[in-house]
């Protein structure tokens, strides 16, 4: 399978917002739902916010009302807008199939770093 290619992430203050993009394979991005998942330092990777092949949207509570994932078939590419952000939202952010639990390869990751 191809990796997906991240990108958008860099250092900001906090209550500033950030545009992640995910470019994924025409294939895998038509047939599955996507998610966005973030890796902190010294935690486990988590889901931030997934989004099915039909557009439903589903967040973890920490992000809800900051974050916004969608979906363009055409670019097939996954975007999160990140609002408000706060230094616990630093960490490598990462797309993959999958809106709940991923299932397939990780890319490189983009890192968001937010400062206080």
């Known amino acids: 399978q191809v990796q997906p290619v991240e990108s958008g992430g860099g250092l900001v203050q906090a209550g500033g917002s950030l545009r992640l993009s995910c470019v994924a394979s025409?294939?895998?991005?038509?047939?599955?739902?996507m998610g966005w998942y973030r890796q902190a330092p010294g935690k486990q990777r988590e889901l931030v916010a997934g989004?099915?092949?039909?557009?439903?949207?589903n967040y973890a509570n920490s992000v809800k009302g900051r974050f916004t994932i969608s979906r363009d078939s055409a670019k097939n590419t996954v975007y999160l807008q990140m609002n408000s952000l706060r230094p616990e939202d630093t960490g490598v952010y990462y797309c993959?199939?999958?809106?709940?639990?991923?299932?397939?390869?990780w890319g490189q990751g983009t890192q968001v770093t937010v400062s206080s």
């Open positions: 025409g294939t895998i991005f038509s047939k599955n739902a």
């Open positions: 989004i099915s092949r039909g557009g439903v949207t």
């Open positions: 993959n199939t999958g809106n709940l639990i991923p299932f397939g390869p």
